[in-house]
């Protein structure tokens, strides 16, 4: 048996504090819906390993044998430098889940990389310097990113001041920020957009782009009304701003559509992502609109963009959703509608729950201790993942609204809970 403490021990002895839990997992071995400890111990993964492992734990052996046969021709060829085919090849296969508009792309290695190619590109084609961004709104870490990210001050504190960026309220309904109700609120929360910041702190004439996350993730899986990205969208035409939709978590069929915002019946003119895309390795890809056209040589670059090894784990999971497309979309509807039946029954149950909302696999469960005044129920929050995980259940916390995520992988079966 290995010494599970000395290994935790010794990972705070040589690094930096990230987000790691309380609860002591340390991985080992995956294999389709489950993850293996380093002493064996088995569990369900309802993370897919923070949104990265849609098509299972560790992939799956099409993705696997892919890397393992370019590992021997060539992993690295300076892409943003040098031509490749690999990378077309991957750009091919994406632009086919794409709407048909969108053209052209760049490759980097992470979300946070994607949103910022994606908050530089919105200012290199609108020549405007502003972006309007959301509370809740989590899309990265550097400091770019950083400036969009306001789900938490921890994230922010000490590194300001930040880029050009104002943040506004998001369609939080069970949190209402205005204390209204939809739809008889008439979406005031685009209203105020309209009426406070874009009349009395930026013109305008000087917003790039509204960036956002169709459904709010780190934030806490915060599902907006179906007409609302309409409405936002009336609202960037008339400025004549970029709609840009962060899909890094929320995308690669996560919600039962390749991009969330499909949900929403309206199309972005940038897109972002990363996680799952790249089937396991690291992947950022910003997506533009033929219509915006290409951005001056030098202004944007990756050394490891591209990367081969990557693109062609991004290949065999592109290649693996379209021969699967249709079973997996039934899979994630029938995985996703028994999962908030079972949390609703729940709910009835038991007053700490006090919502539950998702879109096919992206849901959340959020927690209070008292209904009517809606006080978070933190410390409840901790003690369920904990349990949860002694017995065998890997989740992820989200939010200070203590919103528990439930981020089953995408496969071809239907697991019981």
Do not use: W
Not at 102 to 111: E, Q, Y
Request: aromatic share 12%; proline share 4%.
């Amino acid at each position: 048996m290995k010494n599970i403490d000395n290994i935790i021990k010794n990972d705070k002895k040589y690094f930096l504090s990230t987000t790691r839990g309380d609860y002591k997992f340390v991985a080992d071995v995956g294999e389709n819906e489950f993850v293996f400890d380093v002493n064996g111990k088995k569990l369900i993964d309802f993370s897919s390993f923070i949104s990265v492992y849609n098509l299972g734990v560790n992939g799956n052996y099409q993705i696997r044998k892919g890397i393992k046969d370019q590992v021997d021709k060539l992993m690295h060829a300076a892409f943003t430098d040098y031509y490749a085919e690999l990378p077309i090849e991957f750009a091919a296969k994406l632009l086919e889940f794409m709407p048909k508009n969108h053209g052209r792309m760049f490759l980097s290695n992470s979300g946070t990389e994607a949103n910022e190619a994606a908050i530089k590109f919105s200012k290199i084609f609108t020549k405007r310097q502003y972006t309007i961004a959301f509370y809740n709104g989590f899309h990265g870490r550097t400091h770019g990113s950083l400036s969009l990210t306001s789900s938490r001050y921890i994230h922010r504190q000490h590194f300001g001041p930040f880029p050009n960026v104002v943040h506004v309220p998001f369609a939080y309904c069970y949190r209402c920020p205005f204390n209204l109700e939809y739809p008889g609120c008439g979406l005031a929360c685009v209203d105020h957009i309209r009426k406070y910041p874009l009349s009395k702190e930026v013109p305008p004439k000087e917003v790039a782009s509204i960036f956002f996350e169709p459904i709010q993730g780190e934030g806490g899986y915060i599902v907006p009304p179906k007409d609302y990205f309409k409405e936002l969208k009336s609202v960037a035409d008339d400025i004549g701003a970029l709609m840009v939709s962060d899909e890094v978590q929320s995308g690669f069929m996560r919600t039962g559509k390749f991009l969330a915002l499909d949900n929403f019946g309206i199309e972005a003119d940038i897109y972002s992502m990363a996680k799952a895309i790249g089937g396991g390795l690291p992947l950022g890809v910003t997506v533009v609109k033929k219509s915006l056209g290409d951005i001056p040589s030098g202004a944007h670059a990756s050394t490891f963009g591209g990367n081969l090894l990557s693109v062609r784990a991004g290949i065999e999971s592109l290649n693996y959703m379209k021969k699967n497309k249709r079973a997996l979309i039934n899979s994630i509807k029938k995985k996703g509608n028994y999962i908030i039946k079972r949390l609703n029954d729940m709910k009835e149950r038991y007053s700490i729950v006090g919502d539950v909302r998702g879109i096919g696999l992206m849901i959340g469960v959020e927690l209070v201790l008292d209904r009517k005044t809606k006080e978070p129920a933190t410390k409840q929050r901790n003690t369920i993942i904990k349990e949860a995980f002694d017995r065998g259940l890997l989740l992820l916390p989200a939010g200070e609204s203590t919103t528990i995520l439930y981020l089953s992988f995408i496969s071809l079966s239907l697991f019981i809970i």
